[in-house]
């Protein structure tokens, strides 16, 4: 078996561990081997001394005892005892580890019955084909053949263990039958008025309750004796009673306490081997003693209790009964005896008719109802405490596993989720979260049915939790068991949340957990961006407020745009996602030239893959990609701007040679004429112009890039070639013509400069009046061509 983690780990961490560790050794291979939730077998989970269960307690015992350690130095530390929080958090572990402890032991009895390889076999048949079966061997098959009666005595088992850390009340070590006494018994003999020896056997002081009585010392010790007893009785530790009762001189309530046995006779059935007699042949008149000492008003309140304790004897036991374990181990214990006798009696073997014949016990309780009527009793309990521990959470888990309604606990639980945070303090909501969804986990690998919906919610909260924690490198095991294609949503919104600078590797790193989970990294990745892209574009300011003036010029970025830039990168890395690179990165481009930031959609351009825009394989990927390239475009367009820029910043000295002049104006020419060429290029081919009605909100977009643009680069290309008309006249001419592409009807540039709302005109009255100065400037240097011009 898979050991338990080292105790430097988190809860969280360990329980991670725990269950990785187990399905990695023991689920079958399979794509799904790796998942926290694939079924194994049963034993292998439930086994009690190193089981997937024992290992997860194991853990919490761990966290107990840092949880303890860490308290005693902080009171050391502070010399107060404040510390009601780290009590609180240590009992909320408490309750937990008892929580798997009975989970464990349910499943174990239920899983083991409904095993095809479990044989049952009536008390019935087995007693016909041996009729001196022993009571105790009788009792076992009573127990095998009723389901409930099963779970009943490993309920009872499962009580009677101790909790972690308890222990039985500290009594004090003495030898011998009543020393105090005896001593006073010896002096009295020797005195000159006493001559008669006393009596000191076990009745004496009730035959003469005004007679000899106890020494001081000695009553006051039978108190905590009693009690101890009663507490070792209580958790089913009865050979430490006997020693404590032998120890103490009085080996006769020793023999008291073992009157519950039941008789045993070794080789009385075909298969059974020779063995000693064991067991209480008269147990029925040792149930009627036992009553009648319990409800004897001259004896003591814990004598009374101890013997009804023996016997379950609820009215004089409840009253002892201190907490919410206490009374259902009780009613427990008193339901199974009730069964089992009533069952012996219904069977009438040879053992039952001599038992018969030594003694009656006509007093003994019939307990009607199964263990919905045990927790129906204790809702009726009237004491205030008992209720308010019933409605612990863990409590409450432990009731509904009992009951086999697990699927109806997680349901409860989900729908309380939402006002967790309200009702319970911070610390103690980590651990609740951590163990319902591992019950979840727990019961999928047990192959029991769980509601989907109530689960993803669970581990949703645990998921939220985990990164609160930090516990990032876990999210992904845990998402990975999220139903229907949450477990990608959720770890979406995990990588959404990550550090925006965080780097390549980093990202990669995050995607890799996701893939040895098994989740579909490309859908991820793909609601990852969608997620980031959607909140961004949540309020777009470039459909609201008037028109930018474009900003191709200026450099660096805001944290916005860096931020919109890299979420595009989760989509580069996985090559099933190319095309909704291309999608999504057409989106962001929209948004940065919709407020005019050239530069920001040339960067987000210059982080993608090259031949992004040759991937389409349907009608609207290729418009996707015919988008693509119109951006490009764009770039082209002011990258030709940049080339005359740069070949105006590197204009020769007066003192250059006429060659030098000449070479700069030949190649300031060459780059006015590729960039005049890539304007008009764009103006004239339906820039952006798609028909895009079922995308509206595309084709808006697209519209006010046009309106932004394309009067833009109109007026930029006008107002180059008239600046530098002196290095060649031409230039003049050719920005007039320029204004019979805006004019022309099939190009549809004028439309750009009043917008699709018919709004102010005056981008078109600006550069009117541009063509009407230069058309001035050609009529003074002669040219004619000025009055050709139609605006």
């Not at 580890?97 to 095993?115: G, K, N, P, S």
């Not at 007693?127 to 105790?136: H, V």
């Not at 948004?591 to 982080?607: D, E, P, V």
């Not at 890539?678 to 009605?693: E, G, N, P, S």
Request: hydrophobic residues 40%; proline residues 4%; aromatic residues 8%.
């Amino acid at each position: 078996m898979a050991a338990a983690p080292s105790s430097h780990l988190s809860a969280s961490q360990s329980f991670a561990k725990v269950f990785s560790s187990y399905h990695e050794q023991y689920a079958e291979a399979g794509p799904s081997s790796a998942q926290l939730d694939t079924p194994i077998r049963y034993d292998v989970v439930l086994d009690e001394e190193g089981g997937l269960v024992t290992s997860l307690m194991g853990t919490l015992e761990q966290a107990i005892i840092i949880s303890l350690t860490t308290h005693r130095l902080l009171r050391e530390l502070a010399a107060s005892d404040d510390g009601e929080m780290t009590d609180d958090l240590k009992d909320a572990l408490m309750n937990e580890h008892r929580t798997w402890q009975l989970v464990r032991a349910v499943y174990d009895v239920r899983l083991h019955r409904a095993d095809p390889a479990f044989v049952r076999v009536s008390a019935k048949a087995h007693l016909a084909q041996n009729p001196y079966s022993s009571p105790e061997e009788l009792t076992q098959y009573m127990v095998n053949e009723d389901s409930e009666l099963s779970l009943l005595a490993m309920l009872v088992d499962h009580l009677q263990t101790r909790t972690l850390l308890d222990q039985a009340p500290p009594l004090e070590a003495r030898h011998g039958y009543l020393p105090a006494t005896i001593r006073r018994a010896k002096a009295t003999m020797l005195s000159a008025t006493h001559r008669q020896n006393p009596s000191l056997d076990p009745d004496f002081t009730l035959r003469d309750p005004h007679g000899s009585h106890l020494a001081g010392e000695d009553q006051t010790y039978q108190v905590p004796l009693l009690e101890t007893l009663w507490d070792l009785v209580r958790h089913g530790e009865l050979d430490q009673a006997l020693k404590i009762c032998e120890e103490g001189g009085e080996p006769w309530r020793a023999a008291s306490l073992m009157g519950g046995r039941r008789w045993s006779m070794g080789g009385m059935t075909q298969d059974s081997t020779t063995g000693p007699l064991e067991g209480n042949r008269t147990r029925n008149l040792w149930k009627k003693s036992c009553r009648a000492i319990a409800t004897n008003p001259t004896l003591s309140t814990a004598e009374r209790r101890l013997y009804g304790a023996l016997i379950t004897h609820l009215p004089t036991l409840l009253p002892a009964c201190e907490t919410w374990e206490d009374h259902l181990w009780a009613h427990s214990q008193a339901m199974m005896e009730s069964r089992l006798d009533q069952k012996w009696k219904d069977l009438a073997g040879f053992w039952e008719q001599q038992e018969q014949v030594l003694g009656v016990d006509d007093g003994s309780q019939v307990i009607q109802g199964g263990i919905d009527d045990i927790f129906a009793r204790l809702d009726d309990f009237g004491r205030e405490d008992i209720h308010s521990s019933s409605l612990d959470p863990y409590r409450v888990a432990q009731r509904m596993v009992i009951q086999g309604r697990a699927d109806l606990l997680l349901d409860q639980f989900a729908t309380r989720l939402p006002e967790i945070d309200t009702v319970m303090a911070p610390e103690l909501i980590a651990p609740l979260v951590r163990f319902f969804s591992h019950l979840v986990l727990l019961l999928r690998t047990l192959g029991q049915p769980v509601p989907d919906g109530a689960a993803n919610l669970i581990l949703e909260k645990y998921l939220s939790i985990l990164r609160l924690e930090g516990n990032d490198s876990l999210v992904a095991m845990y998402a990975a068991c999220l139903r229907e294609g949450s477990g990608e949503e959720s770890y979406a919104r995990f990588l959404r949340g990550m550090d925006p600078n965080a780097t390549r590797e980093a990202k990669y790193e995050a995607l890799n957990r996701a893939k040895l989970h098994n989740l579909d990294i490309a859908v991820i990745v793909t609601q990852t961006v969608r997620m980031i892209l959607q909140e961004a574009f949540a309020s777009i300011p470039a459909l609201r407020g008037d028109q930018p003036d474009p900003t191709h010029l200026r450099t660096g970025l805001d944290e916005r745009d860096v931020f919109l830039i890299r979420s595009l990168e989760w989509l580069t890395m996985v090559p099933d996602t190319a095309d909704e690179a291309l999608v999504q990165s057409n989106a962001v481009a929209r948004y940065f030239l919709a407020l005019g930031q050239t530069h920001a959609a040339q960067s987000l351009f210059r982080s993608l893959p090259a031949g992004i825009s040759t991937i389409a394989e349907d009608e609207d990927g290729e418009l996707h990609a015919l988008e693509h390239d119109h951006f490009q475009q764009l770039f082209n367009v002011y990258a030709c701007h940049d080339l005359v820029d740069e070949v105006l910043a590197r204009s020769p000295k007066a003192t250059a040679t006429k060659t030098e002049h000449f070479n700069w104006r030949k190649s300031l020419i060459t780059a006015i004429d590729k960039t005049e060429n890539a304007t008009v290029t764009l103006l004239t081919c339906d820039w952006f112009r798609f028909d895009l009605r079922a995308e509206q909100q595309r084709m808006k977009e697209l519209e006010r890039i046009r309106q932004i643009f394309v009067p833009d680069l109109t007026v930029r290309l006008h107002d180059l070639l008239v600046a530098h008309k002196a290095h060649q006249p031409i230039l003049l001419q050719r920005a007039l013509d320029l204004s019979k592409v805006v004019a022309a009807e099939e190009y549809h540039v004028y439309q750009e400069f009043f917008g699709r709302s018919g709004g102010d005109p005056y981008r078109l009255s600006a550069y009117l009046e541009r063509i009407r100065e230069a058309s001035l400037e050609a009529l003074k240097s002669g040219s004619g061509a000025a009055f050709v011009v139609k605006a």
